[in-house]
């Protein structure tokens, strides 16, 4: 157990990919052109392909995307170029978006993500909504914990909108802390957020009254057949033969670390919303227990409030 204080994130070499332009005749692009470029390199692998080039050109351009509209003949240097056909060979090799951009939006904040963590997604909202919904209501409590933070998203999202929260925030890779880190550090919360490297529970320096997690819940031959497995981390996807490994260590160690009256959240593959359920009244039956659904009426939150002491 020991609280991760290591390098940043921005002290990594980020990978290089080299690419050979045919330089000699070549005419530099309008925005317009790369637009339809760019727009073609998506249509492979995105429902929203016209919006993700103009989200990409944008972060290229270092211009918000309402300015491409306006410039659209204005000619990319070479540089841009440049950059642009390195941006669109990611693209072309199946890297999502947000890897490519370096950050993306959870909660309408922004967050640094790598490949060593999950891309944050709009159906984890649902679990920080319920969290803060439950913190508003119980002003008391304030200790929280994080279980498998990946790149800080929860946790930060959480201690930004209640300024008087104290998290510890736990994760097995290093190599996501360092990442979680710079969020940290990004949102200037580094005095209420304590990134540990540790196994669930067991880095936790005492009980805490809420915790929060969104561990690996997709079964082993499920992912296999998934895109996300070619290049989000297996150790933050891989819930084991039924998806349930991890969810369930976590639910056998929580109670002598989460007080009475606390809450427990957990983010759920969308077909094991009964097994979930069974599984928490085993370990807690006397909790009231239930499951939320996501934005596209899918199971996603199971939520256990543990009954007073």
């Known amino acids: 157990m020991h609280i991760f204080t290591g390098r940043l994130f921005e002290d990594q070499a980020p990978c290089s990919f080299i690419i050979d332009r045919m330089k000699t005749g070549q005419q530099s692009l309008s925005i317009s052109a790369a637009l339809l470029q760019a727009t073609a390199a998506f249509k492979k692998q995105s429902e929203s392909a016209r919006l993700d080039a103009g989200v990409l050109l944008a972060h290229l351009l270092n211009k918000p995307r309402s300015w491409l509209t306006t ?7 070479e540089d841009e170029c440049t950059r642009l056909d390195q941006a669109l060979k990611q693209v072309g090799e199946g890297l999502p978006l947000p890897y490519i951009l370096g950050h993306w939006e ?8 790598d490949r060593h963590v999950l891309i944050p997604r709009p159906e984890t909202e649902l679990l920080v ?17 994080d279980i498998g933070t990946g790149s800080g998203c929860i ?8 300024l008087d929260l104290q998290v510890e925030a736990i994760e097995l890779s290093e190599s996501a802390l360092m990442i979680a880190q710079l969020n940290v550090k990004r949102h200037r919360v580094s005095e209420r957020v ?5 196994d669930l529970t067991r880095p936790l320096t005492g009980a805490v009254d809420i915790v929060c997690a969104n561990l690996p819940y997709i079964p082993t031959n499920m992912l296999k057949t998934l895109p996300v497995s070619n290049h989000e981390p297996s150790l933050a ?23 009475p009256g606390g809450l427990i959240l957990l983010e759920i593959e969308a077909s094991l ?10 370990v807690y ?11 596209a009426g899918l199971d996603r939150l199971v939520s256990i409030v543990i009954p007073e002491a």
């Open 71 to 77: 410039h659209m003949e204005e000619l990319l240097t």
């Open 273 to 282: 919303g009964m097994q979930v359920i069974d599984l928490a009244r085993l």
């Open 285 to 295: 039956p006397s909790a009231v227990i239930d499951c939320r659904q996501d934005f």
């Open 155 to 162: 946790a930060i999202s959480l201690a930004v909108e209640v």
């Open 237 to 259: 996807l891989n819930g084991g033969v039924d998806g349930l490994k991890v969810i369930r260590r976590l639910l056998e160690l929580s109670p002598a670390c989460v007080n």
């Open 194 to 198: 304590r990134l540990y490297c540790g």
């Open 129 to 145: 909504d319920t969290a803060l919904q439950w913190l508003c209501s119980h002003p008391e409590q304030r200790r929280l914990a």
């Open 106 to 113: 959870f909660h309408g904040l922004e967050f640094a993500v």
